[in-house]
């Protein structure tokens, strides 16, 4: 049963309403006894003409991987290259939604009987929900990407991906291999972190590589083609999260030779990115990883971690427990602060460390006669702790067996950035860690409020004990309160919001996810913003695998 938990102060007190499954029985977050809850049946919305029939494609081919059944759904390669169509609605969608919601993610772990270790090694496979009149036609389709297209064809692995480098037959091999490395030809394009919405209508989707950019068809989920910069900027790496709104892409490009990174602007409708400014870094052997990064209305906020690229660990043929990085607490933690119209730096301090794939937003603070007086910026944050990569090891996720709690401590990290000269700037909590279960990621906001003072955030939460955020949270930054919906057993996707159309309120609209059930199969759900209350589920035919990152795309 799919519980909605909203946790007050410590979780002391707590209102717990329910949509159910008259066949299932779960707790919620926050739980109280079993069968005191009040249920209520959701009913089918009418369907004005015959359902779409399903397009299926063949199998992949079968591995060990893919016939071990006591894997949860999430951590298993899916088995149709493709399939679109229509679902049964259980409640009532929106009529005013009306679009394609896209997510990313890996679905495919393994080639032939060769298992990938990673989570992030997983190759693309995007998903779909389109929804019109009420109605909702869903779809899968692997991202054809060279490296799948070249992994499919020679049953064995072509490109080095987040964890995994091709076996090479003899020692010239390796060094022509190494040789690759250094030019990006063995740098995977497998392009299966995030999906965007470019403002002249085209998708791609996106990796850390900037070769693993690539062109899809938001309809179909057809590979159209490589997404080619036609700059000379160069470089091989790029933040997997670009800010992207109707008028431009922006994004940050790591220098791993002189440390420090570009700040690059792409306008709507070219290919060309042009330099905004560069940060140097203040200490370190290299740049910090820079997955994600916020921006202001006026300044483009660079955040530099002590966990950091390392060109020994880039050359390893087996992973270490930090993968391509290398953790340096030495070389401290800094945010750096640049104007987006001069690219001139204007404040760079000094933080606590910290540890964080993804920010939720920023936002300038002024005093009473407008002036800027700080920057605000909140992070997914993992407490400093770098164990969290190596807990993403697809074994790791696999064997658990809902016994331990070994997913590590995160919060809404808060930092404070002071234009008064200060070396120093401030990190702590946004709000009590326990109003979410000290687990924290995978988030997102009302696109409106991009770099402006908001409210709201919509994330993955986690009750515990758990090995991997399992909970859907609506984050009241100014209540400093989270509501929580949970589904035992249940893996969630990152939670999307979709404003209402004409809407005035910052949670008026609907946030959307895709569940992976812990009986192997997998549902999308629908919860209203406002209420954080399921309104409306469809069950997929099959299992679908856990996905990472998605984007809107509304009806023409």
């Given at each position: 049963m799919a519980s909605l938990g909203f946790s007050v102060g410590c979780g002391n007190s707590s209102l717990l309403s329910e949509h159910s499954n008259p066949n299932s029985s779960r707790d919620g977050f926050n739980p109280l006894k079993k069968g005191a809850n009040s249920r209520k049946r959701l009913t089918s919305t009418n369907v004005a003409s015959p359902p779409l029939p399903a397009v299926a494609a063949p199998h992949l081919p079968p591995s060990k991987e893919t016939d071990d059944r006591r894997s949860h759904v999430a951590w298993t390669s899916v088995r149709q290259e493709r399939w679109e169509g229509e679902l049964h609605v259980q409640g009532q969608i929106p009529l005013w939604l009306k679009g394609t919601y896209l997510r990313n993610g890996p679905g495919v772990w393994h080639i032939e009987d060769y298992n990938f270790r990673h989570l992030f090694d997983g190759y693309?496979?995007?998903?779909?929900?389109?929804?019109?009149?009420?109605?909702l036609i869903a779809g899968h389709r692997q991202v054809e990407s060279d490296a799948y297209k070249a992994a499919m064809k020679s049953k064995k692995l072509c490109y080095r991906e987040f964890s995994e480098v091709p076996k090479q037959d003899n020692f010239l091999s390796y060094i022509g291999?190494?040789?690759?490395?250094?030019?990006?030809?063995?740098?995977?394009?497998?392009?299966?972190?995030?999906?965007?919405?470019?403002?002249?209508?085209?998708?791609?989707?996106?990796?850390?590589?900037?070769?693993?950019?690539?062109?899809?068809?938001?309809?179909?989920?057809?590979?159209?083609?490589?997404?080619?910069?036609?700059?000379?900027?160069?470089?091989?790496?790029?933040?997997?999260?670009?800010?992207?709104?109707?008028?431009?892409?922006?994004?940050?490009?790591?220098?791993?030779?002189?440390?420090?990174?570009?700040?690059?602007?792409?306008?709507?409708?070219?290919?060309?990115?042009?330099?905004?400014?560069?940060?140097?870094?203040?200490?370190?052997?290299?740049?910090?990883?820079?997955?994600?990064?916020?921006?202001?209305?006026?300044?483009?906020?660079?955040?530099?971690?002590?966990?950091?690229?390392?060109?020994?660990?880039?050359?390893?043929?087996?992973?270490?427990?930090?993968?391509?990085?290398?953790?340096?607490?030495?070389?401290?933690a800094y945010m750096h602060a640049m104007c987006k119209a001069s690219g001139k730096i204007v404040a760079s301090v000094e933080v606590p460390l910290f540890v964080t794939f993804h920010f939720i937003n920023a936002y300038e603070e002024k005093d009473g006669d407008g002036r800027v007086t700080a920057l605000i910026a909140d992070c997914c944050e993992h407490s400093a702790d770098t164990t969290i990569l190596d807990q993403l090891r697809i074994q790791n996720l696999r064997s658990y067996t809902g016994e331990e709690d070994v997913l590590p401590d995160a919060r809404v990290g808060r930092f404070r950035i002071p234009f008064d000269g200060s070396a120093y700037g401030e990190l702590e909590a946004a709000l009590d860690p326990n109003e979410h279960g000290k687990g924290m990621d995978m988030c997102s906001i009302n696109p409106a409020f991009l770099g402006k003072k908001y409210r709201?955030?919509?994330a993955c939460g986690a009750v515990r004990p758990c090995n991997f955020p399992n909970t859907l949270t609506k984050l009241d930054l100014i209540e400093k309160k989270a509501k929580n919906w949970y589904d035992e057993g249940a893996v969630p996707s990152e939670p999307f919001f979709v404003a209402r159309p004409g809407a005035t309120e910052e949670d008026d609209g609907v946030v959307i996810s895709m569940i992976s059930e812990k009986n192997g199969g997998s549902y999308a759900l629908i919860l209203d913003g406002t209420t954080f209350e399921e309104i409306a589920r469809a069950k997929f035919p099959y299992g679908l695998p856990y996905g990472l990152h998605g984007c809107w795309v509304p009806k023409k």
């Open positions: 693309a496979m995007l998903a779909k929900l389109h929804f019109e009149k009420g109605r291999e190494l040789a690759n490395l250094f030019s990006g030809a063995s740098l995977t394009d497998n392009a299966n972190t995030g999906v965007v919405h470019l403002g002249d209508g085209r998708v791609v989707c996106l990796t850390e590589t900037q070769k693993g950019s690539i062109v899809v068809d938001p309809d179909t989920l057809d590979t159209i083609g490589k997404f080619e910069y036609t700059d000379t900027l160069g470089g091989l790496i790029h933040s997997a999260h670009p800010i992207v709104t109707e008028s431009e892409f922006l994004t940050l490009l790591p220098d791993l030779i002189n440390p420090g990174y570009l700040a690059v602007r792409m306008e709507s409708g070219t290919n060309e990115r042009k330099v905004i400014g560069r940060v140097d870094c203040s200490q370190g052997p290299a740049p910090g990883w820079i997955h994600s990064f916020p921006v202001t209305e006026h300044y483009i906020i660079v955040p530099e971690m002590p966990l950091r690229y390392c060109a020994g660990n880039l050359l390893r043929a087996e992973p270490t427990p930090l993968y391509k990085f290398e953790w340096h607490p030495e070389s401290k709201y955030a919509y």
